[in-house]
Nanobody, 125 residues
Framework: QVHLVESGGGSVQAGGSLRLSCAFS????????IAWFRQTPGKEREGIVR????????DYYLSVKDRFTISIDNAESTVYLQMNSLKPEDTAMYYC??????????????????WGQGTQVTVSS
């Protein structure tokens, strides 16, 4: 079992920045895949980026690599998503997700067994 809690969402103007946090805990919580997804009303949840926590390897799905950065603080058991140069189209509910095994494709919701409750990001023009 893995427990995830997101925080850090909010409202910003276009061009601004936010840092989302995902605090994770569970059995053997040092080895898992943790990903960030986002979802807008009426659309499927889509993967953004994932990280393998033991070594920090990352995979990006959405073309946000130049604006979004995933990082981890193992001492705090927290994964972050730094989002810069935000655009109105980044407005969504953002979720973190976890799994203990690798799945491909990883950027679809069925690849992850554990989910946080989500945090809303709203970017105004």
């Amino acid at each position: 079992q893995v427990h995830l809690v997101e925080s850090g969402g909010g409202s910003v103007q276009a061009g601004g920045s936010l840092r989302l946090s995902c605090a994770f805990s569970g059995d053997s919580d040092s080895e898992m895949y943790i990903a960030w997804f986002r979802q807008t009303p009426g659309k499927e949840r889509e993967g953004i980026v994932r990280m393998y926590t033991p070594n920090g390897d990352t995979d990006y799905y959405l073309s946000v690599k130049d604006r979004f950065t995933i990082s981890i603080d193992n001492a705090e058991s927290t994964v972050y998503l730094q989002m810069n140069s935000l655009k109105p189209e980044d407005t969504a509910m953002y979720y973190c997700a976890a799994n203990r095994w690798n799945s491909y494709p990883w950027f679809v919701p069925r690849a992850f067994a554990f989910w946080g409750q989500g945090t809303q990001v709203t970017v105004s023009s």
